[in-house]
């Protein structure tokens, strides 16, 4: 179904952009989000780094979909839905493991792990018309990576991952050179969390630096008590310490890009990560000097980015690297995980310095998504008045040009929310 109408108001010329609650809480409004968005889109699945040897695997729900990401025999990384081609039970119940086959338990089909169907319990009930070799597992339309990062698409007719992409890749590649080697890998550990909120509230949140001085007021103090340079904003509508932009990448993509204030593992020390800390993160910073020459090491080592790649995944690149996707399990309730992502030749001290960025301010029990979380379940709740107060406000920082759009304007959730109401109209 196609609609005609728009979820958003966007009037350029008097400078105000509103948004039509009901997108977060109608059944109607999530079913057409599957077909529209999560079938046409290219959906991050996971890490390469994630699946060391042949065999390993990841069961993942995706797009709706229960998935196997997995390596087969040969290394080839793949993707396949997680159902048999018999009658449909999954065949792998496990979140993690190795195997060289997958084994249906209903009636014994079995699978290697390059998806082919292996064996067939009393194969010779069967006709000739029965083609095992027509039967192995399925799976998506497209599956691509772009650096090691592995997106699935459901649209055959998709274009591919670098052109999806675009200009987001210039963001993902300032992640990656982080690494001598160019070699990034998923750490042990995975933060999984469920909000009781409406998905796209986590889209905003994500890279909506407005918040920070309310919601987050804790944090901030306890980072300007620890030593850490906070100064008072400088400029007109600039409310963090430092200046940081808010950048179009095309494609619903975007990201905010500000001078760092709170520390880098690559490479910016600040006093919290203590005096021993000092010679080696000078030692990471003269290696990226070497590497990248003096100004691209200044933009890896000196700017934070929070990148959002159209629709559902999230790259922090702070004082950890997070990869964080989320899922919708209802109009009101989202599923998050999210992943530390560092350099394979780190040492164990820098390790130890972003692991414990990626818990104290990244993670469910740390400085910021606790608070965060609190927050998006307030508005989901407020929500419940939809019908009687419509719109949200989303006009900050209309009326200036795009160069001058801060982190802490709505350019950038205006952005997204331009792309998914254009896709909302689309004939499905
Ligand atoms: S459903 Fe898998 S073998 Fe029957
Ligand atoms: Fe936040």
């Excluded at 990576?145 to 274009?159: E, G, H, K, M, S």
């Excluded at 932009?245 to 990560?273: C, E, Q, S």
């Amino acid at each position: 179904m196609s609609r005609q109408g728009s979820y958003v108001i966007d009037d350029h010329e008097k400078g105000i952009f509103l948004l039509d609650r009901i997108v977060h809480v109608s059944e109607d409004v999530l079913r057409d989000e599957m077909k529209n968005i999560f079938a046409k889109c290219w959906i991050y699945v996971g890490h390469g780094s994630e699946l060391k040897k042949p065999g390993d695997f990841h069961t993942r729900k995706v797009a709706g979909r229960p998935v196997i990401f997995g390596r087969d025999q040969k290394g080839v990384v793949q993707c396949f839905f997680n159902t048999c081609r018999h009658r449909g039970a999954i065949v792998c119940a496990d979140r993690t493991g190795n195997a060289r086959r997958f084994f249906c338990v209903y009636h014994g089909w079995s699978y290697n792990n390059d998806g082919d169907l292996a064996r067939v319990p009393g194969e010779e009930a069967y006709t000739e018309a029965f083609d095992k070799k027509q039967l192995g597992l399925k799976g998506p339309a497209k599956f691509e990576n772009y650096r090691d990062f592995w997106f699935l698409n459901l649209d055959p007719n998709a274009p591919s991952l670098k052109d999806y992409l675009g200009k987001a890749t210039e963001y993902i590649d300032l992640v990656v050179e982080q690494s001598p080697s160019a070699k990034m890998e998923v750490l042990p550990g995975t933060q999984e969390y469920a909000v009781a909120a409406n998905w796209k509230l986590m889209v905003e949140n994500s890279v909506d630096d407005y918040h920070l001085p309310s919601t987050h007021s804790t944090w901030l103090n306890f980072m300007a008590n620890s030593g850490v340079k906070m100064e008072a904003p400088t400029e007109p509508n600039q409310i963090l310490p430092t200046k940081g932009y808010a950048v179009d990448l095309g494609n619903g993509h975007f990201t905010t890009d500000n001078v760092n204030f709170r520390g880098r593992p690559v490479a910016k020390w600040i006093p919290l990560y203590g005096e021993e800390a000092e010679a080696e993160i000078a030692d990471i910073r003269s290696e990226l000097v070497e590497r990248l020459g003096p100004e691209r090491a200044t933009r890896v080592a000196d700017t934070n980015r929070n990148l959002v790649i159209f629709p559902n995944l999230v790259i922090n690149d702070g004082s950890s690297v997070t990869i964080r996707a989320f899922y919708p399990e209802g109009v009101d309730k989202m599923n998050v995980v999210a992943w530390a992502l560092g350099p394979v030749e780190e040492s164990e001290s820098a390790r130890a310095r972003r692991l414990d960025a990626f818990l104290t301010f990244y993670g469910p029990g740390g400085f910021a998504t606790p608070d965060d979380v609190e927050a998006l379940e307030m508005v989901q709740k407020g929500l419940a008045n939809w019908s009687d107060d419509r719109w949200s406000e989303m006009s900050r920082g209309m009326g200036r040009s795009e160069e001058e759009q801060l982190n802490s304007d709505e350019f950038h959730l205006r952005l997204f929310w331009r792309k998914w109401d254009a896709m909302m109209k689309e004939e499905a």
